[in-house]
């Protein structure tokens, strides 16, 4: 199965949120990908790559699971 939607906002280095369908966001953490968290050197920089390759575009999805709440894909 695959989702197409679009990036509303990028969290962080390995994690960012798509429009719903109907109503609302779903958070999607990224297979494979281990970004600097907000405490960690680098940070900065993987969020603000990821948002400039994925911000306001539409994204394919191919879910292989859940973790914390988020989308894994």
Known sequence: MTIRRTV???IDGDT????RKIQG??????AGL????????GYSEAKNRL???ISSKQVTIVPVGRSYNR???
């Open 16 to 19: 960012f949120e798509v429009a």
């Open 51 to 53: 948002r400039r390759l």
């Open 8 to 10: 509303k906002r990028v």
């Open 25 to 30: 966001t779903n958070r999607i953490r990224i």
């Open 71 to 73: 989308l894994v894909a």
């Open 34 to 41: 281990n970004a600097p968290d907000s405490n960690q050197k």
